[in-house]
Nanobody
Framework: QVQLVESGGGLVQPGGSLRLSCAAS????????MGWYRQAPGKQRELVAQ???????NYADSVKGRFTISRDNAKNTVYLQMNSLKPEEPAVYYC????????WGQGTQVTVSS
């Protein structure tokens, strides 16, 4: 069983920054994709950013230029640096990892408010 633990969420003012972390219980090399999704109340879960085996990345149009996904293989951790956060971006942020299965963590809450 794979465990994914997201952290780093919290309250930030509009225009502020946060860095989310996702620690995996095994080597992240073993996953085909790892990424970040978010789900706001009453809305569907949506892709924010994704790392694909081989090194390519994929971002939602709404976060391009503001969010950066990265990885630390030695720590089995994936990060999401979020800059210039907008008031419409509060959500629970999840870090799924995929091999033959898709694994989800418990999520971390991000609140954007002045």
């Amino acid at each position: 069983q794979v465990q994914l633990v997201e952290s780093g969420g919290g309250l930030v003012q509009p225009g502020g920054s946060l860095r989310l972390s996702c620690a995996a219980s095994r080597s992240i090399f073993s996953f085909y994709t790892m990424g970040w999704y978010r789900q706001a109340p009453g809305k569907q879960r949506e892709l924010v950013a994704q790392l694909i085996s081989g090194g390519s990345t994929n971002y939602a149009d709404s976060v391009k230029g503001r969010f950066t996904i990265s990885r630390d293989n030695a720590k089995n951790t994936v990060y999401l640096q979020m800059n210039s956060l907008k008031p419409e971006e509060p959500a629970v942020y999840y870090c799924p990892a995929r091999d033959a299965w898709t694994y989800w963590g418990q999520g971390t809450q991000v609140t954007v408010s002045s």
